[in-house]
């Protein structure tokens, strides 16, 4: 037998996962310059950058008009900053479902939270039809989507992963009915199109008060996660496995539902239901650092911030009139996916 | 005493009793394995020592934290061979906590144990059935646990990677490890297990010495078929083995 001489050494981080996380930094950096300078009115990169150190007294402002800085500032800074938040969210909330469910392929959209969220919007558009209205209306039924999944799910033997997924397909579907339920209730010529327009997904009425919503619930939803980083890879062994080993499933669980929860809703909330992000980003996270939690979540909010910001600038400069989020995520998306399960699948 | 199970009992809703009466105990060091044909319920007591399937009567009085080593085990994700070991310390770490450097050691030694240092980074879903199983029993090493379960650990191993496996048990037996086992093959109970547990699907079981238990008309009665052992004698040493397939012939035709 060979000697059993150790040369390892306590895991700080390897070079291939820093150079992806300097990558990953500097190319959202790029992105978000770029996309804040595109536009029906361009505006130059360094325009921008000045714009946005003004305040610092760190950049040379010349020949910076107050048009750029009232777009820059007003209009492109709180939509690219909330799709980045957004992004961000959405990747960490579908890489903690992923391993929660121990299922690569599920997203935020498995649990019924995004049709909840969307009944709660679109019903609030038809009552009340202002913004306050839709985003809380989908914040509150969002949150009540997972509460009645949780419930339908404990009548049995006892919450397990399969039960939790089966009630969450049943509530989606339950939901996904009202919601076709209000869209035939209403108004054909005012409510209607602005229901189905923010059901299909929409950065486009982005402000300040939406970036808080959302920023808010992913920091504290992020915190969550990546503060179970470790027992979230536990976790992906199973229910039986976990607990055998020494864990609290149900706690973690419950603890991990909570976080995804709020961010998942508050993203249905800010900018209506956007399919895929959460999908696929956590596959090509984990093509890079690997599945453990501790850079797997870091990666998956690194490159959905990065790809829902290029997917809104796509929608909102491609053409005249602004293209839907899901549209534009379903056909970037699905090639996208293929392409990744092909290469994990090629691997094994 | 690590473990003493007293009158344990437990079936599944609206069937029969698995098993009843089960009493037995386990000593500091010793291997105690458990015995019983297919389907007579020795997963589901070790499951219930793990606290992941309650009894339905009896008292289990053992250790707080548990090893565990499953007959089998499918991962979703491609974590590393020293990841998964790291894993048996998360009973060490609080809900929010990541291991430390310390836990960090204590993987790479149990590693180091058992032969296996240098699968530390391989991917453990692309490793054999045999290494899988010995990566497992690195990990419940790490647990520093008190009493470590293993269920079938040789179950679907070829014949070198049971040998295998069976000589790391024995290892750890001499380092001063607690084990209980199923096992399929009552030879291993012959030769590496001090106490033995036979569950039989009729209810009355029976533990002690393995010496005691492991009688020609005890194992043929427990599992149905004829079975003798034999002493086989060489100038270095003297081993005990089953006759398990005595007459087969005959009663193939």
């Known amino acids: 037998m060979l000697s059993e001489t150790n040369t390892l050494s306590f895991p700080i981080i390897n070079s291939q996962t820093t150079l992806f996380f300097l990558i990953a930094i500097t190319l959202l950096i790029i992105v978000t310059i770029t996309a804040l300078t595109l536009g029906r009115y361009y505006i130059q990169p360094s325009h921008v950058i000045g714009i946005l150190f003004e305040n610092l007294a760190l950049h040379n402002t010349a020949g910076v008009n107050d048009i750029e800085r009232r777009v820059v500032e007003l209009i492109r800074l709180p939509r690219v900053l909330l799709s980045l938040v957004a992004g961000a969210g959405l990747g960490m909330a579908g890489a903690a479902l992923q391993s929660l469910f121990r299922n690569p392929l599920v997203g935020p959209d498995i649990l019924g939270i995004s049709p909840g969220a969307a009944f709660g919007g679109a019903l609030a558009i038809m009552l009340f039809g202002t913004s306050v209205a839709t985003v809380t209306g989908a914040f509150i039924f969002g949150l009540l989507a997972i509460v009645v999944v949780i419930v339908v799910a404990k009548s049995g033997v006892g919450t397990t992963t399969l039960t939790l997924v089966l009630s969450g397909v049943v509530v989606g579907a339950f939901f996904s009915a009202l919601v076709s339920l209000v869209i035939f209730m209403a108004d054909v010529e005012s409510e209607l199109p602005s229901i189905l327009y923010w059901l299909l997904g929409s950065f486009a009425s982005a402000n300040f008060n939406k970036l808080l919503l959302m920023s808010v619930t992913v920091v504290v939803g992020g915190l969550v996660l990546f503060g179970l980083r470790y027992t979230l890879n536990v976790l992906t062994l199973g229910d039986q496995e976990a607990a055998s080993l020494g864990i609290n499933v149900v706690r973690i669980r419950w603890l991990t539902l909570a976080a995804v929860t709020i961010i998942v809703a508050a993203s249905v909330a800010v900018a209506g239901v956007i399919g895929w992000i959460g999908l696929i980003v956590p596959h090509i996270a984990r093509m890079f650092v690997g599945p453990d939690h501790k850079y797997l979540l870091t990666a998956a909010a690194l490159i959905g911030a990065i790809a829902l910001i290029l997917v809104d600038t796509i929608c909102r400069s491609l053409t005249a009139a602004e293209i839907p989020l899901s549209i534009v995520t379903a056909i970037a998306g699905a090639p996208v996916f293929i392409l990744v399960l092909r290469r994990t699948i090629g691997m094994r | ?253």
């Open chain 2, 1 to 253: 005493m690590v473990l003493k199970v007293t009158n344990a009992g437990f079936h599944y809703s609206n069937s029969e009793w698995l098993f009843r009466n089960l009493s037995f105990q386990v000593r500091e060091g010793e291997l105690c394995a458990i015995l019983g044909p297919n389907g007579c319920g020795k997963s589901t007591l070790l499951k219930a020592l793990l606290h992941v399937q309650p009894l339905i009567e009896g008292q289990i009085k053992g250790p707080e934290r548990i090893g565990h080593v499953p007959q089998q085990l499918e991962i979703p994700f491609d974590f590393k061979v020293i990841d998964m070991v790291l894993m048996g310390r998360v009973s060490h770490l609080g809900t929010f906590a990541t291991p430390t450097k310390k836990d960090y050691e204590v993987a790479v030694k149990a590693l180091n144990e058992i032969g296996m240092a240098y699968f530390s980074d391989r991917i453990f879903k692309s490793l054999s059935g045999g290494e899988r199983q010995l990566v497992l029993i690195a990990r419940a090493i790490a647990g520093e646990s008190d009493l470590i379960l293993l269920d079938e650990p040789t179950a679907s191993l070829d014949l070198a990677n049971e040998i295998k496996v069976l000589n790391v048990l024995q290892k750890l037996k001499k380092n001063g490890v607690t084990i209980l086992m199923t096992t399929h093959d009552p030879e291993h109970a012959f030769h590496i297990a001090e106490t033995v547990l036979l569950i039989k699907p009729i209810g009355n079981c029976q533990f002690g010495l393995a010496k005691e238990i492991l009688t020609d008309s005890i194992l043929s009665e427990l599992y149905n078929v004829p079975i003798r052992s034999i002493k086989v004698v060489s100038p270095e040493e003297s081993v005990t083995v089953l006759i398990k397939y005595d007459g087969i012939r005959e009663r193939m035709r």
